[in-house]
């Protein structure tokens, strides 16, 4: 005989069934990144988790449902729930320009082109206008003459008319050939610019009152200047010494130079902050002259030049390779090239989008064109149009989440953080509270006023944008 089956109809009973299952969790399973738009689903997701946790920890602790309770909920969740939405309605909003740019740009574009075939025509038509006159002029000429030339032969008679004819065909053949390479000129001049623009500047209507360009990124006119220390051996790794030493250099030999900051390197190197670029090879010669003679064999001095503009083109084909997106690109904007075709750009890297079948690239842009690129918007590609905005990369650890260095050279690489709370991330470790010790350690060294209870890695910290700010301020954008 068989083992009893509840009720004898092949199902579990109802007491081996959970009556409360976590629905919230089941929820959160069930959802798909993709289902969002740009950038929302993994907040829509973190959000709902970061809920669950505290549901379950409050289920845990026995608490009812009251004030203390009821606000914690909304400091902590409900009130972060707010970005998401603003977010989301940003980038509906984004996308509703686009298509109404779009539609613009549709609708003059055909205009446009009539215009300018209508003016070509036109240019035609006077230029045979002057040539029939000619022709005209030339045939009573010859009627005036025939009854001189009657004895001439019927024959002679045609190969002059037809020596004639040949004349006026050449001349009116020379001023069409005349007539299109104006055109072609006239095209070549215009040719960064859009269909509707030239729509708009044969309307006489100016082109800011209908296509809003993206406002750019303000530069300082005097940009801060940094001076890095690196060691070249073990025997001079540590940090505190070397800043202490630098220091005394500087505050004994010049105590008036601007020092804003100094930073710690990867393997005990100092980074120097400065008003300008000229104090900070100032200080870097005062320091090579006042200290010891062995200082340039134990260190390494660089003054980094000031960072190259980037940009990153979205969703583009995963089977295109590098070598034919630079052909693709040279061959549809003639304005990425010079005179000689020596490209304004280069491609840096690939980075996976969303999108399994796409990726994304980043390009380095010379920085005088880099005004004239980003206002386009986006570049044209085989039979589409890549859209593109800024690439700002900020460096930061994934081990300690400090910033200006990556995992590969952190000096704690063997006691990683959590993300979340920032703590020593060992063996069974949980996260007790949400905090960012970045915004923890500006507000006690700068006395900032950040909050502090998000991610190491969330992307709205003022400490993250901070250094965003940072590395647009150190990049040169060609004014």
Same mark, same amino acid.
């Given at each position: ?17 959970? &009556? ?26 973190? *959000?709902? &988790? ?53 539609? +613009? ?11 300018? $075939?209508? *003016? ?81 500047? %044969? ?6 009152? %209908?296509?809003?360009? !993206? ?14 220390? $690196?060691?070249? +051996? ?8 070397? &800043?202490?030493? #630098?220091?005394?250099?500087? %505050? ?48 390494? #001095?660089?003054?980094?030049? !000031? ?7 979205? +969703? ?14 040279? %061959? ?28 994304? *690239? ?20 085989? #039979? ?32 990683? !953080? ?62």
């Amino acid at each position: 005989m068989g083992r009893k089956k509840g009720k004898g109809d092949g199902t579990e009973s109802p007491q081996s069934i959970d &009556k409360y299952a976590n629905e919230l969790q089941i929820l959160i399973d069930n959802l798909d990144p993709e289902d969002y738009v740009e950038g929302i689903g993994p907040l829509v997701i973190d *959000w709902f &988790k970061d809920l669950e946790v505290f549901s379950s920890e409050t289920i845990k602790a026995g608490l009812t449902y009251g004030k203390p309770l009821r606000n914690a909920l909304v400091e902590n969740h409900y009130r972060t729930l707010l970005p998401i939405f603003e977010y989301a309605c940003s980038k509906i909003r984004e996308r509703d320009s686009e298509i109404y740019d779009l539609k +613009n740009l549709v609708s003059d574009a055909a205009p446009a082109l009539l215009k300018a $075939k209508i *003016w070509s025509l036109e240019r035609e038509n006077e230029a045979l206008k002057a040539k029939l006159e000619i022709y005209n002029d030339i045939s009573s000429t010859v009627r005036e003459i025939t009854p001189v030339l009657e004895e001439l032969k019927e024959n002679n008679i045609k190969d002059l008319l037809r020596a004639e004819r040949e004349l006026v065909c050449k001349d009116i053949n020379s001023t069409i050939e005349k007539s299109n390479l104006g055109i072609l000129e006239e095209v070549k001049s215009s040719s960064s610019k859009s269909y509707a623009q030239i729509a708009l500047q %044969s309307r006489g209507i100016s082109q800011n009152s %209908s296509i809003p360009i !993206r406002p750019l990124p303000t530069s300082s006119q005097d940009p801060e200047g940094v001076l890095l220390i $690196k060691p070249k +051996n073990d025997r001079v790794k540590d940090f505190d010494t070397n &800043k202490k030493l #630098f220091m005394n250099l500087i %505050s004994s030999n010049n105590p008036n130079a601007r020092v804003r900051g100094i930073n710690k390197l990867y393997g005990g190197g100092v980074k120097i902050i400065t008003g300008s670029t000229d104090e900070a090879g100032a200080i870097k010669d005062l320091i090579l002259e006042k200290g010891a003679a062995d200082l340039d064999q134990n260190f390494e #001095f660089v003054l980094p030049g !000031r960072r190259v503009p980037q940009i990153i083109l979205y +969703n583009v084909d995963k089977g295109v390779d590098e070598e034919s997106l630079k052909k693709g690109l040279l %061959s549809k904007n003639i304005t990425l090239a010079d005179a000689e075709n020596k490209p304004h750009f280069k491609i840096d890297f690939k980075i996976p989008a969303r999108d399994p079948k796409c990726n994304h *690239w980043v390009l380095s842009i010379n920085p005088k064109k880099y005004s004239d690129f980003i206002g386009k918007g986006g570049f044209y590609f085989e #039979f589409t149009k890549l859209r593109l905005s800024e690439f700002i990369s900020v460096k930061q650890c994934k081990v300690c989440f400090g910033f200006g260095h990556t995992s590969k050279n952190c000096d704690h690489a063997e006691n990683p !953080r959590c993300e979340k709370c920032g703590e020593a991330k060992k063996e069974g470790h949980k996260c007790r509270t949400v905090k960012c010790v970045n915004c923890i350690e500006s507000n006690e060294r700068f006395r900032t006023d950040f909050r502090t209870n998000h991610s190491c890695l969330d992307r709205r910290c003022r400490s993250y944008q901070k250094q965003k700010e940072l590395v647009i301020k150190r990049t040169n954008y060609g004014y």
